[in-house]
């Protein structure tokens, strides 16, 4: 189960950074969506997955499952969510003063620089 979720993380790096590479704000968006899932993802694997009782601490307890990795895991897409947000409404913007969402035709020339 360990070893497809790290191809699952692998494959979402992998797709992240070719979206970001890529020319289009649009997709630059979305690779860092999926770049940000996959660390979550890797963060869930590294932990350890466990399955076990409550996250319950008490007297004579043995098997609990640890929930700070789920904690760290649900803060962070939190704040993907707010950056997502704060990166489209930006492309938004961009769109709307500049008529493009092409990164080489948002450069400018050399007289404007």
């Known amino acids: 189960m360990e070893f497809l979720m790290c191809i699952v993380v692998g494959i979402l790096f992998a797709s992240a950074v070719y979206l970001m590479l890529s020319k289009s704000l649009l997709r630059i968006i979305i ?43 649900l803060t962070a897409i939190v704040i993907s969510f707010g950056v997502t947000a704060f990166f489209l409404v930006l492309a938004y913007r961009t769109y709307q003063e500049l008529g493009t969402d092409n990164m080489e035709e948002m450069r400018g020339t050399e007289s404007h620089d």
């Open 31 to 73: 690779g860092t969506g999926l770049l940000s899932h996959g660390a979550h993802l890797l963060l869930l694997t590294m932990s350890g997955l466990k399955t076990g009782a409550a996250p319950v601490l008490a007297d004579n307890v043995t098997s609990y499952t640890d929930p700070l990795p789920q904690a760290l895991v």
